[in-house]
């Protein structure tokens, strides 16, 4: 049922466009059709995968199976760290199960295996034609062409710079709003073996977090298609039809050697994710003990977490998100930007449930799930670098750009899942808000609540004892 809350959401929406509008290379292009056409494909896309019950209970089974990857994991974990992996067999005397936990044992193994199964389900090709199934859809959909819609297929599954390498001999051809648009798109989403771990991270606090994960980042790719033509809108003459003949840079010589690059790929990964968590957390730490010798404002002292809050609320209500949540989940925004969409998943998963609301939770994972954070622009500079070193200089001159456009991306696909019926994903909308109790009047009875006690009017009072406080006059 369609409600107040879900038109909020649609506020999300206009700002998002606008403001890529707002900053566009060349405003008189605006592409009406694609953005139309993006949006409603987002829509239908949620709609059919929640709201149809064979895809729902696909989704359902995608979750199944990620905790059944998580528990063989840990099973592999435990074999190598024994009982430093968290399992319940404790050689200790255990008084707070929750600090079992650790990340590097739970989340960062995650990576290893879906790495693993990824380069092993590309040499059986499954994967592969996966891909290639999602770059004809994006090719007839949103108007791309072979190479561009093969490389952003990819991205959805491989990663921002991963996606990019098998079409590698086109990358010197692209034209400028392509290659926009394919740094664009790795910031918007998420690479599969994170869509794991954040899935593991959210699994105690978000019912079905795997379905929505994984929906999060399917469907925030024509978003970034479509901001980023937006800001770097399409030049027709530079975009002539070439049918896509990649040269496959993944090419494995059996099953053992691609889970064996796989696992080594997936190691690199891994490391890369641990070290910038630890730098850019310390950043922080630093930054706050600085702050922290200012005075309290609000009797609380000032850290980047609460700038970050109040700078960026008002976007967080704008998704659809209520007020009372608008502060914490605008924290969590500016951390995803800031540091990086890992550190805001860690920060969410932490917030018990109920503190904030279930339809403010699922908005906010759609709106954390894409890479676009100050780590991954130096992430895509190099990668870039690499893959085609002679457009270095441009790519410098865009990256920054593509990561605003990467943000408001999975900003836009929030808001487009704030804009669904709150029953689509199985929970109904808070109720209102109960008037307040009635203030208890100051009384010197044993039991002060009992003064209050109108279930029993009409019984005698009872007879208090002699020298009780009860007889003494009310004030």
Known sequence: MFRLENAQSLV???VAIGVCWLLSENRGRFPWKLAIGAVLVQAVLVLALFGLPALRSGL??????????SGSTQKGVEFVFGFLAGGQSQPYKLTDPGSLFVFAFRVLPVILVVCALAALLWHWRILRWITQGFGILFEKTMGLRGPPALATAATVFMGQVEG????????PTLSRSELFMLI???MSCVSGSTMVAYATILKDVLPNAASHVLTASIISAPAGVLLARILVPRVPEAEVYDPENPVEDKVYESSVDALIKGTSDGLSIVLNVAATLIVFVALVAMVNGVMGLFPPVGGQP??????????????????GIRWADAPTA?????????????TAFIR????PAGVIDERSRVIMTYALCGFANIASVGINVAGYSVLVPERRQEIMGMVWKAMMAGFLATCLTASVVGAMPNELFGHEPPPPARPAPPVLQPTLAPNPAAATDTTNAGSPPATPPTGSPATASKP
Request: hydrophobic share 60%.
């Open 348 to 351: 969410m998963g932490a917030i």
């Open 330 to 342: 605008g924290s969590l925004l500016g951390v995803k930007l800031v540091l990086t969409e890992f």
């Open 302 to 319: 000032v850290s980047v977490e609460r700038i970050l809050g109040v700078i960026f609320a008002p976007l967080a209500w704008s998704l």
């Open 12 to 14: 999300g929406i206009a």
């Open 184 to 186: 664009a798109v790795g």
């Open 60 to 69: 359902q089974g995608v979750g199944q199976a990620v905790d059944g990857l």
């Open 164 to 171: 990019p390498i098998f079409i590698r001999s086109y990358l």
